[in-house]
């Protein structure tokens, strides 16, 4: 960890809420900067397909007069679309019935399929001919229909519009604390967990952002991910404030990223979970500086490659932190962010944000210290839906338990140390599985890692890496190990380490969701190189 020779703050203008953008429901900011837009894109698509802000408004206020016939405010309706028009036209349809959106992946599966359903209350979905074939075999009598996405695009579901019962965006009434969307999110442990958004939480999300990144007229912003991840549409809000189309990828490739952004022009980008490490595995070119982009908003930049990122790029890469239950809760003002870079440093509270670091009692932790981070202030979340158990573990006297560990320094800066639960205890000791694995990335034949647990009955757990490497590459375990032995604490060294060719399952969000790793149940290091018994 390093600190600054001077502490960093906010300046008084980004303290100041709605200043960013106007304080009012979705649909009073979305319909007349659409109404206005007429005929201008809304959304650019990478491969080159067009819909405009006159496009977008018209398709959903007529697939709001046809949901008007199915639901009332407050039903529960899925979108199990992918990146395409349908899914941005039904999200303003159910606006436009104060009804509330669960956003869902397209390639959602029988078991999570059911467990949404039930635990939302889905009436109504939209879905992709896959999706739809799973929620229909659910069988479950409170989902009265599935509604197919088909082609052509935009108009894939032109069968259910009405004209005689459109609904007008300008002229829905909602209010703040009416629910807009429902996610949900994974834990270590169990089923996922389901998060009711309002109107208020993704507009002060718009609001802060616009305050403290310096968004201007003119600005595009690059969308990688899939929309029903809910970062997307803050960024659509946010195109549509500064009279721009936001350009967004089918699904994210490090081959067509840097094309997309120099062809659109883009100005500002999105970067989450393993995006940054993903784009410095493409061999360097000469136009790896051709583009217009000026900024990055970063979620768990690599510490040790963010000085290579900025100069590889030619742009800030700007740290930020937050949870699914939190919104932004830490960032790094941009006036500091080259002071920093490197040095793993996420940055200091957003303005409206309080935090604090305690210990394993609990106990409160002051000055420079190393503990769980808890958050309160107003952009937390109420509880999960119809899960109180689940709030009651982490939600107390206001606070909201992170579950990660932070290292704050003297000047009140915050660094990622891991995952509480994550966390491997090898003999007494603590391993930060994203430690080793920034190490692990390092290597120039290595594309990906994921960091796990593995019982053992003498150390109690031991360090396991899945390592993924370029196709061609003969790589032999033991320089992975040697490799890290220079960079690690031994107890940190990974036993186990099992090779793969084939890209890592991923999250909406780029992460590798570690549990589609195990084999019955549990991590298996079978046929895994083991250094205990190495020839």
Known sequence: METSSAQIHWSPEDQIPWSGVAKTPLLEFIAPRLATGGSEAAVIFEDGFVLTCEQLKDRAERLAGGLSKEIGPGDRVMISVGNRSEFLIAWLAILANRATAVCVSPRIASHDATHVVENSGVVLAIAEPASADVLEATGIETLRKVWRVGDPEPDGLVDHYSDHSRIDLASVEAEFEDLTDIGYTSGTTGLPKALASTHLDLMR???FLFRCFSFRQGDRFLSPLLFHYGDPLWMLMGSLEVGSPLIVMRKFSVSRFWQVAREYGVTKLLSIGAIPSLLLTAPESPSDREHSVDLAMAVAVPKEQHLELEERFGFPWIETYGTSESGPAIAMPIDAASRYAGSGALGIPVPEVEARLVDAD???????????????????????????EATAEVMHDGWYRSGDLMERDADGVYYFLGRRKELIRRGGENVA???????????????????????????????????????????????????????????????????????????PSQRIPKKQLMVDGQHSTEGAWDREHRE
């Open 205 to 207: 999300y718009t609001d």
């Open 433 to 507: 599985p994203a430690e080793v694995e920034s190490v692990i990335r390092l290597h120039p034949a290595v594309i990906d890692t994921a960091v796990v647990p593995v019982e053992d009955p003498i150390r109690g757990e031991e360090v396991f890496a899945y390592v993924q490497v370029a196709p061609g590459s003969e790589v032999p375990p033991l320089e992975i190990f040697e490799f890290c032995s220079d960079r690690l604490a031994p107890y940190k060294l990974p036993r186990f380490i099992s090779f793969r060719t084939e890209a890592f399952p991923r999250t």
């Open 362 to 388: 609990g106990e409160v932790l002051e000055g420079a210290a190393s503990g769980e981070l808890e958050l309160a202030g107003e952009v937390l979340f109420k509880s999960y839906l119809n899960n109180q």
